[in-house]
């Protein structure tokens, strides 16, 4: 099944993405008077409209939801820019990778959607875009686009991870020291996620292990 084109929420609250908090209240009140369901009584379109009001206001008013929204945004723009590109060469990938990492690095990393980073990487390294980097000349070039995404998902889940690395591996054409960073990395989300599974189980047991000595001591 197709990803769901995201919403343009700015758009439909009719404000720029650099709007502030004030803007978002004043623009969703006016629109939602103007668009609602009283005043519009007999038109769906205007219904359908002014639901779409408020699940944006809903994500732009909050303050962690309009930071993780705003991280989706900008990847599908990203993603849209490099569908449309016409001419795709090894020096414009570079300058893609460079600049998701440079976006990566002002990213909550504990709130990032990782689907839609591992889709603009797997975007930037399609298999158009392998055979133009693989038939290019400049080896060194191919080691910075890895370097760069390899920056860019370090935080990457496990599994997105994984299907990310052969890849990588593919292009750093055997080397031997990327070849190390690309199997070190996915070591390291490999034991992240064993970690995360873990988690619950570890507080539980100091929950326990606490409301035991907590006990004990109540009966001294």
Same mark, same amino acid.
């Given at each position: 099944?197709?990803?769901?084109?995201?919403?343009?929420?700015?758009?439909?609250?009719?404000?720029?993405?650099?709007?502030?908090?004030?803007?978002?209240?004043?623009?969703?009140?006016?629109?939602?008077?103007? #668009?609602?369901?009283?005043?519009?009584? &007999? %038109?769906?379109? $205007? *219904?359908?409209?002014?639901?779409?009001?408020? =699940?944006?206001?809903?994500?732009?008013?909050?303050?962690?939801?309009?930071?993780?929204?705003?991280?989706?945004?900008?990847?599908?723009?990203?993603?849209?820019?490099?569908?449309?590109?016409?001419?795709?060469?090894?020096?414009?990938?570079?300058?893609?990778?460079?600049?998701?990492?440079?976006?990566?690095?002002?990213?909550?990393?504990?709130?990032?959607?990782?689907?839609?980073?591992?889709? #603009?990487?797997?975007?930037?390294?399609? &298999? %158009?875009?392998? $055979? *133009?980097?693989?038939?290019?000349?400049?080896? =060194?070039?191919?080691?910075?686009?890895?370097?760069?995404?390899?920056?860019?998902?370090?935080?990457?889940?496990?599994?997105?991870?994984?299907?990310?690395?052969?890849?990588?591996?593919?292009?750093?054409?055997?080397?031997?020291?990327?070849?190390?960073?690309?199997?070190?990395?996915?070591?390291?989300?490999?034991?992240?996620?064993?970690?995360?599974?873990?988690?619950?189980?570890?507080?539980?047991?100091?929950?326990?292990?606490?409301?035991?000595?907590?006990?004990?001591?109540?009966?001294?």
């Amino acid at each position: 099944m197709p990803a769901q084109a995201l919403k343009d929420y700015y758009k439909i609250l009719e404000l720029p993405a650099e709007a502030t908090q004030e803007q978002i209240k004043k623009s969703y009140r006016a629109l939602a008077f103007q #668009y609602h369901p009283d005043t519009n009584p &007999d %038109s769906q379109y $205007a *219904i359908a409209h002014f639901l779409e009001i408020q =699940e944006a206001y809903s994500v732009l008013s909050d303050h962690q939801k309009r930071k993780k929204y705003d991280e989706e945004r900008w990847l599908s723009g990203m993603s849209k820019r490099a569908k449309d590109q016409a001419a795709v060469t090894p020096q414009w990938i570079y300058r893609e990778a460079k600049k998701l990492h440079q976006h990566m690095d002002m990213v909550d990393t504990y709130r990032m959607n990782h689907r839609a980073l591992y889709d #603009y990487v797997m975007l930037l390294l399609q &298999d %158009s875009h392998m $055979a *133009i980097l693989e038939q290019g000349t400049d080896r =060194e070039q191919n080691l910075l686009i890895v370097r760069e995404l390899l920056q860019s998902t370090r935080h990457l889940r496990y599994e997105y991870m994984q299907a990310i690395a052969p890849i990588l591996q593919q292009l750093s054409q055997q080397d031997e020291k990327m070849t190390d960073a690309i199997l070190n990395q996915v070591k390291t989300s490999r034991h992240r996620k064993q970690w995360a599974s873990f988690l619950p189980y570890f507080i539980a047991i100091i929950s326990i292990t606490l409301c035991i000595l907590m006990y004990l001591y109540s009966r001294r």
